[in-house]
């Protein structure tokens, strides 16, 4: 576990780092991303198996994944300097479980590492990187590195695989069209003996591409099945085009066009910190917008398939009704809650079933104390709902989200 290990973490960092570490950060802070956009360059000639199978070819061409290493590491570092700073529990989580469900292992921490310090040199000068700012710097990776390894282990020992070891072949077994580019698609395992596992309602699987250059690109997609029992597993895709900022998404758009019933998909096995804490009994509050709703759907899916007793607030933004992917799920599952209301919030179109056609405004609605709050959406949905719910009062140890973008851990800081 991460909690509670600031201080371990603080007392493998010397007095002499500390203080280069503190000298260093205004000038390395400006410029890291410019060191991890060289880095990945470098890293990516030197090994194009990783750009080609493991790391989001989208989010390279937009330079987001640089801006995520850039934040964690400056972060981390900071925090490690700072004898009031909190662990950045819910960073450090994050970046664990993609890891896993990417299958990255202890050693390609090294490969990082080898790139990470040639571009540092590059950029900034030898004059500058000293050895005793190398050595500082090198040290706070490696604390950063050990705190992840040991956690990444922790993720695939409870996932009872070798590291690495996390894909398996599933086959599809339904598809269905929840609107004119959402589709739902429910796998399961090609092995009769072992069943795609349960989960925690809320995870996510990732999903490898086998696109016709050649590549295996690798995305994550939350289940939207209440996880309680092995057997299938459900998520759901939605179109990504192409716009002015942003490529076409490669794998979604490649699932929507050939992945159908019968097809062969390899996928890992569930993993994901966003999971709804089904041993709580306080008010539960899901918070989307958009395709962002998927989270919640398997975390609704667990609550209505226990008949669960709890407070339930459901909260979504959406364009209009036509593209409320989940509206007749969410129905259906709410049927099953004694204690429950929805805030359903359309831009345009006309209002029905209890919605309302306007903006979200978080910090207008009324939620009970001592809720548990789970929010998924674009980044700019939840840093406006993370602004309300504080205006609020509303702790932030209360709050918990995701983005599905490097940059989601961006909104820690």
């Given at each position: 576990m991460l909690v509670n290990r600031i201080d371990q973490c603080r007392e493998q960092l010397s007095p002499e780092h500390a203080e280069v570490i503190k000298a260093t950060l205004p000038l390395v802070g400006p410029n890291i991303e410019n060191i991890t956009r060289l880095f990945y360059k470098t890293m990516f000639e030197k090994h194009p198996e990783l750009i080609k199978n493991v790391f989001n070819r989208g989010n390279q061409k937009q330079g987001a994944q640089q801006k995520a290493l850039a934040a964690s590491i400056a972060t981390f570092a900071s925090v490690l300097v700072n004898k009031d700073a909190p662990l950045p529990d819910h960073l450090l989580s994050r970046i664990?479980?993609?890891?896993?469900?990417?299958?990255?292992?202890?050693?390609?921490?090294?490969?990082?590492?080898?790139?990470?310090?040639?571009?540092?040199v590059q950029i900034l000068g030898a004059d500058v990187v000293t050895q005793d700012v190398a050595d500082a710097w090198e040290s706070v990776y490696w604390i950063m590195a050990r705190l992840l390894i040991d956690f990444e282990k922790d993720l695939y020992q409870g996932?009872?695989?070798?590291?690495?070891?996390?894909?398996?072949?599933?086959?599809?077994?339904?598809?269905?069209?929840?609107?004119?580019?959402?589709?739902?698609?429910?796998?399961?395992?090609?092995?009769?003996?072992?069943?795609?596992?349960?989960?925690?309602?809320?995870?996510?699987?990732?999903?490898?591409?086998?696109?016709?250059?050649?590549?295996?690109?690798?995305?994550?997609?939350?289940?939207?099945?209440?996880?309680?029992?092995?057997?299938?597993?459900?998520?759901?895709?939605?179109?990504?085009?192409?716009?002015?900022?942003?490529?076409?998404?490669?794998?979604?758009?490649?699932?929507?066009?050939?992945?159908?019933?019968?097809?062969?998909?390899?996928?890992?096995?569930?993993?994901?910190?966003?999971?709804?804490?089904?041993?709580?009994?306080?008010?539960?509050?899901?918070?989307?917008?958009g395709i962002g709703a998927t989270p919640m759907m398997g975390m609704l899916s667990r609550l209505s398939s226990n008949a669960s007793e709890r407070k339930v607030i459901i909260v979504h933004a959406d364009t209009s009704a036509s593209t409320d992917a989940f509206a007749t799920?969410?129905?259906?599952?709410?049927?099953?809650?004694?204690?429950?209301?929805?805030?359903?919030?359309?831009?345009?179109?006309?209002?029905?079933?209890?919605?309302?056609?306007?903006?979200?405004?978080?910090?207008?609605?009324?939620?009970?104390?001592?809720?548990?709050?789970?929010?998924?959406?674009?980044?700019?949905?939840?840093?406006?709902?993370?602004e309300g719910?504080?205006?609020?009062?509303?702790?932030?140890?209360?709050?918990?989200?995701?983005?599905?973008?490097?940059?989601?851990?961006?909104?820690?800081?």
């Open positions: 664990g479980h993609k890891h896993v469900s990417l299958g990255v292992t202890e050693d390609q921490y090294q490969i990082v590492h080898d790139n990470l310090f040639y571009a540092i996932a009872k695989v070798e590291p690495g070891k996390v894909f398996c072949q599933t086959t599809v077994v339904d598809r269905v069209n929840l609107t004119s580019d959402v589709v739902c698609f429910t796998i399961e395992s090609k092995n009769g003996s072992q069943p795609l596992p349960a989960h925690l309602p809320g995870q996510y699987i990732s999903v490898r591409a086998k696109l016709p250059d050649g590549a295996g690109q690798l995305r994550q997609y939350s289940l939207i099945d209440s996880g309680d029992k092995p057997g299938h597993l459900r998520f759901a895709v939605k179109a990504l085009h192409a716009t002015e900022s942003a490529p076409a998404g490669e794998v979604s758009n490649w699932l929507l066009e050939n992945a159908q019933v019968g097809t062969d998909l390899e996928v890992s096995l569930p993993f994901g910190d966003l999971a709804l804490n089904t041993e709580s009994s306080a008010p539960v509050v899901l918070i989307s917008a799920q969410r129905e259906h599952l709410t049927s099953a809650l004694k204690n429950c209301e929805k805030h359903i919030f359309y831009k345009e179109g006309t209002a029905s079933n209890g919605s309302t056609i306007g903006q979200l405004q978080v910090g207008q609605l009324t939620f009970p104390e001592h809720a548990e709050f789970y929010l998924c959406g674009s980044l700019t949905f939840l840093q406006e709902a993370r719910l504080k205006a609020k009062n509303v702790s932030p140890s209360a709050v918990h989200f995701e983005l599905f973008s490097p940059n989601d851990w961006l909104l820690d800081e």
